[in-house]
């Protein structure tokens, strides 16, 4: 009995030693690497309504599959989002007890709670919204998310999901309310996702002009208007027509940056007679042809719902081009005209130079 | 006569000259930056009503607006300009709205200022004409019927309003102002083609999301505190949409019950040895397992996508749940980014098999 005893516990000792230095160990070893589930969707980003307080709207949704070998298991749920920042990224309140936004229309929305889809097949459901007959006139958004399976094998197991959003416009009137923070040349090398206001660009010429509006009203808004810049002698070298040509929205309580290219790929296709196909390279920003100096931009845009006042924003904004190579030049220019005063000063004084002041006859040489 | 020495004369020296000319031209520049913004009063309280925004449908419009008569040359008003255009903004020139046609249009009410006919109707253009009389500042309303609205759900258009004191919307305009609107689809419309975002995630994946290697996982294999386990994925992402797509990295960091090898909250590099996770998109040189990752291969026709800052250098990793970690700007056929992971353990990490889930989201911008 000692025996067996003495040989459990070194049996027990040698199995903690071993556990004790085995390595973090992944999850289940893989025995292949054939996808054992589709993580591939194509779905529709973005929905627009208008509903008539209690009115429903019915509307189909089309998921595809673009695993061919795989189906595609999906789950299916309504979430909240707001901005993120100045930009049209949403922040998408992921988790399950999240409150309700102001805004949302999942109390509204009618919606399946999963979906499944042979390899390479695309699928149709249908969903509903219902507007109570005592909502408010405004603007309600909510996102539909597309969650894909995930595996249990592995270190990292991958979802890959979608997101659709909808927006829903409820008629009558509303509150309007957008301010203008800010208008002027924005650099930015990346068509806008990331950059910054420039009062005096130096680094190139500023390829975007941007405004930022704030909107502290109860509805989205998408302002439309015209962008005119023009050179420090008055003549237009810019017109830029359609300001929000993505139809980039502010949310409710947003700041955003609308920002816009003063020249693009198009633009300059068609300025040298050419003609550009299926709108390519309508948002992809040149850098503009622009002289060193001082330009003007002029903004005018406009915003109102259906049914509500049409309100107009105007601003005029100044910032200069001056490139290092300019700024150098004119460094060597403004040196070369203080040394021409100073030798045309010294020669005058030379000139001066044992004259004396006689009172009521001036000047006169010394004798 | 007295006799007076000549004042002395200090010269500035060139250099003073210069820092001088400097000067002014600096403080020139800077005297004119910055914006104001106020608002252009023309036609007072405009806007437009439209019964059914639902596009191509013929339905009724109701223009409103109050004349204004401060510091205008005449008040007496003969007829109105009504045109239809894309663009809201007087002076540039007009596009008609796709689909648009006010040519059948019938003026079947007027409030306010009254008195009105149609004089002409082009597709996009509609003149009212009347006795030229003088206008009260009174809230006007004029009402359409048989207006059909475009068909282009992708973009607001306007109606350029402009009165004149003469009968035919000739000579010098007194007042002017737009009024904007858009036509949204309340139900679908089976003949348009919408918007589509395609995504996927795989260990390899190909721009079209048609062809997925290596499943819908990833593996570090075993941990040891000298060594940096790495692995890589990827995930591709296209849109025709007009505001791109955006995509975010969402999941705890690795775990092995309650044992948690925390994840780097900013760029760091990888250090053995150290308890780290992190992710970027970028290719990476160190950990020195070989090339770890690639750059990201974006769209060959008007390329917009961007890794973002925080994940966007090589060799230094971090993972912060729910960050933004790539994005396009606009329209894009297809850009597939290889995800780096590195996991570094400690010599004390407690024993276990640590795990993740990383859900990728990609939704479209607004």
Known sequence: MKRLSSFISAALSVLLLVVSTMPAAAATQSTSNVANDSAGLSIEPRKNYVINPGQTVSDKLTIGNLDTSSGLSLSLQMIDFTYTDQSGTPKLFLAANAPLTAWSLKPYTTLPSSLDIGPGETKTINYSITIPKNLGAGSYYSAIIYRSGTSNEGNVALGASGVTLVFVSVPGTVNENLSLQKFGAYESTDNGVTGSYVYVASNGAPQMIAYTLKNAGNVTEEPAGTITLKNMFGKTVGSISKTNDTQALALIGQTRLFATCIETQASQITKLGGVTVDNQGVNTCVTPHLIPGLYTAKLDILYGQNGNPTHEITSTAHFWYLPWWFILVLLIVLILIGFGIWWLQRKARALVKGTTYHSGSGVSRRR | ?366
Do not use: W
Not at chain 2, 16 to 28: A, D, H, K, R
């Open chain 2, 1 to 366: 006569m007295q006799r007076l020495k000549r004042p002395r004369v200090s010269l500035l020296p060139h250099h003073t000259v210069v820092v001088e000319l400097l000067f002014l031209l600096l403080v020139g520049a800077f005297f004119v930056l910055g914006s104001k913004a106020s608002a252009v009063i023309r036609f007072t309280d405009r806007m437009l009503y439209i019964n059914s925004a639902i596009p191509g449908a013929t339905t009724m419009y109701q223009v409103s607006f109050t004349y204004n008569n401060t510091g205008v040359y005449t008040t007496t008003v003969g007829s109105i300009d009504m045109q239809f255009c894309e663009d809201p903004i007087p002076d540039d020139p007009c596009v008609a709205p796709p689909g648009l046609d006010v040519s059948h249009a019938t003026l079947s009410n007027q409030t306010g200022e009254t008195g009105f006919s149609i004089l002409s109707e082009t597709g996009n253009e509609i003149v009212l004409t009347r006795s030229p009389t003088a206008a009260n500042e009174t809230p006007s309303v004029y009402t359409f019927d048989n207006i059909v609205n475009p068909t282009d759900t992708t973009h607001s258009f306007a109606i350029r309003l402009s009165d004149y004191p003469t009968t035919d919307a000739s000579g010098q305009l007194i007042d002017l102002g737009s009024v904007i609107s858009e036509v949204t689809n309340s139900i679908e419309i089976d003949t348009q083609v919408p918007p589509i975002l395609i995504f996927c995630v795989a260990g390899q994946v190909n721009k079209g999301c048609t062809q997925e290697y290596g499943g819908n996982y990833t593996d570090l294999g075993d941990l040891y505190p000298d060594v940096t386990a790495a692995t890589t994925s990827q995930m591709a992402a296209a849109t025709n949409a007009t505001n791109g797509f955006v995509i975010t990295a969402n999941g705890p960091t690795i775990e092995a019950g309650t044992h948690v090898i925390p994840a780097l909250a900013t760029p760091t590099v990888s250090a053995e040895g150290n308890n780290q996770f992190g992710i970027n998109l970028v290719a990476n040189d160190d950990p020195d397992i070989g090339p770890l990752g690639s750059n990201m291969d974006d769209s060959d026709v008007a390329p917009n996508a961007v890794v973002m800052p925080n994940y966007d250098t090589a060799n230094e990793y971090m993972y912060n749940d729910g960050d933004v970690v790539a994005q396009a700007s606009g329209v894009n056929l297809g850009t597939i980014f290889t995800v780096s992971y590195i996991v570094n353990n400690a010599p004390d990490l407690h024993p276990g098999v640590y795990t993740t889930t990383i859900t990728y989201i990609c939704s479209g911008r607004f």
